[in-house]
């Protein structure tokens, strides 16, 4: 099978994209670190048991982070040794928090109001680039520095839309600056070749995805 051509343009956008997830996960292994060794520091002088439970925590986070990194890889299949699993949108919504609200800066502030819908490994891998690119285009064109992004979710028989929108402290605002944006292009893109619906309008950005099994879509996702 023949891999899709990517322009030079496209092809300098990903990497972009890439390195700001890059910078997160450098930013977020050195915080890591620094609780490390300040906790080596004080274990002689701490009571053991709250020595392992802050020791704990922190494996615990390397252990999210790690997993977190695997699924930016793209989905894995069950003949590997850590296959990818189906992931619904409240763990997607986790995933891209991490790498998002640092792309978007201190002036604003991502919310999620999204259902426990299950919608497969390539789903939540495609849409975090896609959402990723469009939080992007967001950053570059929105002025204000008291800012809401707000994710929300609206299920329909056979398909999940996931809505973007802003607003500032008062009211909602328009998203008409990312029509055309790059990274706007790019995630159009993306989602053509991966069959996700998009829609760009002034008053938000709507991603639409197919479930292949609606009965079952809001079964809670199993705790890992």
């Known amino acids: 099978m023949n891999s899709p051509t990517v322009s030079p343009r496209e092809g300098a956008l990903e990497a972009a994209l890439l390195r700001k997830v890059l910078d997160t996960v450098a930013h977020d292994l ?5 609780a ?4 080596a520091d004080v274990m002689p002088h701490v009571a053991p048991e709250v020595s392992a439970t802050a020791c704990a925590a922190i494996s615990n986070e390397l252990r999210m982070l790690g997993a977190q990194l695997r699924e930016l890889s793209g989905p894995r299949g069950g003949d590997t040794l850590s296959p990818t699993r189906a992931g619904s949108l409240e ?3 986790g995933l891209l928090t991490r790498f998002a609200q640092p792309l978007l800066g201190r002036g604003a502030a991502l919310r999620g109001q999204v259902l426990p819908v299950q919608v497969g490994s390539v789903a939540v891998h495609e849409l975090t680039y896609i959402a990723l690119a469009l939080l992007h285009a967001i950053h ?5 520095n008291h800012t809401e992004v707000l994710i929300a979710s609206e299920l329909s028989p056979h398909a ?3 809505s973007i929108s802003l607003r500032d402290t008062t009211q ?7 029509h055309d944006s790059p990274w706007t292009q790019w995630a159009q893109q993306r989602a053509a070749s991966a069959q996700i619906g998009m829609h760009v309008g002034d008053a938000g950005i709507t991603l639409r995805v197919a479930l292949h099994n609606p009965p079952s879509a809001l079964e809670p996702a199993p705790h890992t």
């Open 30 to 34: 050195g915080g890591l670190a620094s």
């Open 36 to 39: 490390l060794a300040l906790r």
């Open 91 to 93: 763990h997607w919504f």
């Open 140 to 144: 570059d064109c929105v002025a204000s």
């Open 160 to 162: 999940i839309d996931i």
């Open 172 to 178: 909602p605002l328009s998203l008409a600056c990312v």
